[in-house]
T-cell receptor, first 120, second 113 residues
């Protein structure tokens, strides 16, 4: 079974430039997540999609970050304009979105390799 | 904020059993405890999830006492390839009302030859 695919793997840009990341989740997975992981810290959830609808984007800096998941499959995350503090690894994850999962029990998330962004 | 507390780092020699304890004093009645592993330059990987007593799979065991205020991830006979960061997670409801996992800084395990 193919895993979560992300591209590019690395990106270097200057501040105020724009950048976009792409994610292809595991086939059939209904839920897709974007995380930001700053060096030395755990991943921080930016946005969660269920099919092509947004479940949670409460931690997404909406003045500069945007994300979409067209047709409920692939997703793109965009930063415009980038700031120095956006330097991080951007991780995409997907989960089956199992219905009827027990309350308090979370779906297993499958992570991609991430995109390492450096903003100069 | 993450609902868990775990050691920042641990060292172990190859072949030893490693136990990483996590405290979650405010765990809710319905919450499960989940552990993920992250190697350098990779995304986290699910290891194990449990609710009470003991759960075992091909990779690890998870021990949860009756009060569920802590849990211990046990890795039998670690090898150099087990060097990674291990995250203990308990779900929480976000401001938007969705139930999700919040990652803390994790425990960096270094296995020494």
């Amino acid at each position: 079974e193919a895993g979560v695919a992300q591209s590019p793997r690395y990106k270097i840009i200057e501040k105020r430039q724009s950048v976009a990341f792409w994610c292809n989740p595991i086939s059939g997975h209904a839920t897709l997540y974007w995380y930001q992981q700053i060096l030395g810290q755990g991943p921080k959830l930016l946005i969660q999609f269920q099919n092509n609808g947004v479940v949670d984007d409460s931690q997404l800096p909406k003045d500069r970050f945007s994300a979409e998941r067209l047709k409920g499959v692939d997703s793109t995350l965009k930063i415009q304009p980038a700031k120095l503090e956006d330097s991080a690894v951007y991780l995409c994850a997907s989960s089956p979105g199992t219905s009827g999962i027990a309350r308090g029990r979370t779906d297993t998330q499958y992570f991609g390799p991430g995109t390492r962004l450096t903003v100069l | 904020l993450a609902k868990t507390t775990q050691p920042i780092s641990m060292d172990s020699y190859e072949g030893q059993e490693v136990n990483i304890t996590c405290s979650h004093n405010n765990i809710a009645t319905n919450d499960y405890i989940t552990w993920y592993q992250q190697f350098p330059s990779q995304g986290p990987r699910f290891i194990i999830q449990g609710y009470k007593t003991k759960v075992t799979n091909e990779v690890a065991s998870l021990f949860i006492p009756a009060d569920r205020k802590s849990s211990t991830l046990s890795l039998p006979r670690v090898s150099l390839s087990d060097t990674a960061v291990y995250y203990c997670l308990v779900g929480d409801y976000s401001g938007a009302g969705s139930y999700q996992l919040t990652f803390g800084k994790g425990t960096k395990l270094s296995v020494i030859p």
